[in-house]
């Protein structure tokens, strides 16, 4: 069985994703994806984590690589192959930690890169806004304007990432199993775990 999670920033997704994968017995796969990126395309995990977390479309990005580009844009075209070389390798290092199986992949647009099946469980944690500022300053003891800046560009950049790659809609409902307001239900991770273990018994019927 696998489980893809998928969130808006700050709505502690990430502690409850953790509890999730104890509970059933999981791996917790975060991390550890982006380093497997890394190596294979002998880039940093940060270069990796950049890639995936500007904050800016894929239009903005290339225009960036064109301003730094030499009259004859090879540099600018070398940008756009290493970007799509990096979806590539997330998508293959994604799909090969589903196939190992009982697995929690966090982010990455995992659910969308595995889709639909019987043996996954694509899972999206959201919360109000100002809820999730507040959640952000408090567990980093920064000020409301920061949190909020940080809420709000990290919120951007995940609905670029999908929808520049995939064409998909950040926190689209039809494209997820399960959706949770983390504000407004106490133990979310019950409620995925359950509805993991009734997939897995469906999958096993």
């Not at 090969?96 to 694509?122: K, Q």
Request: hydrophobic residues 40%.
């Amino acid at each position: 069985m696998i489980v893809t999670i998928s969130n808006e920033y700050g709505c502690g997704a990430l502690a409850i994703a953790q509890r999730v994968a104890t509970e059933l017995g999981y791996e917790y796969v975060d991390r550890q994806l982006p380093v497997v990126v890394a190596k294979r395309l002998n880039v940093s995990p940060e270069d990796v984590e950049a890639n995936e977390d500007t904050g800016r479309s894929l239009g903005e990005r290339w225009l960036t690589s064109l301003e730094r580009a030499t009259p004859e844009l090879a540099q600018a075209s070398t940008v756009k192959d290493f970007d799509e070389e990096m979806l590539a390798a997330v998508q293959d290092a994604v799909r090969e930690y589903a196939a190992h199986g009982n697995v929690v992949l966090i982010g990455r647009g995992a659910g969308t890169i595995l889709g639909p099946r019987d043996d996954v469980l694509r899972v999206f944690m959201y919360a109000p806004r100002q809820w999730r500022i507040a959640h952000v300053a408090a567990a980093t003891s920064v000020d409301a304007k920061t949190a909020e800046a940080e809420v709000d560009r990290v919120d951007r950049a995940r609905a670029a990432y999908l929808r520049d790659w995939y064409g998909a809609a950040f926190g689209d409902p039809h494209a997820h199993d399960l959706c949770i307001d983390t504000s407004r239900i106490s133990d979310a991770a019950r409620l995925i775990v359950s509805a993991a273990n009734e997939r897995k018994s469906r999958a096993s019927d």
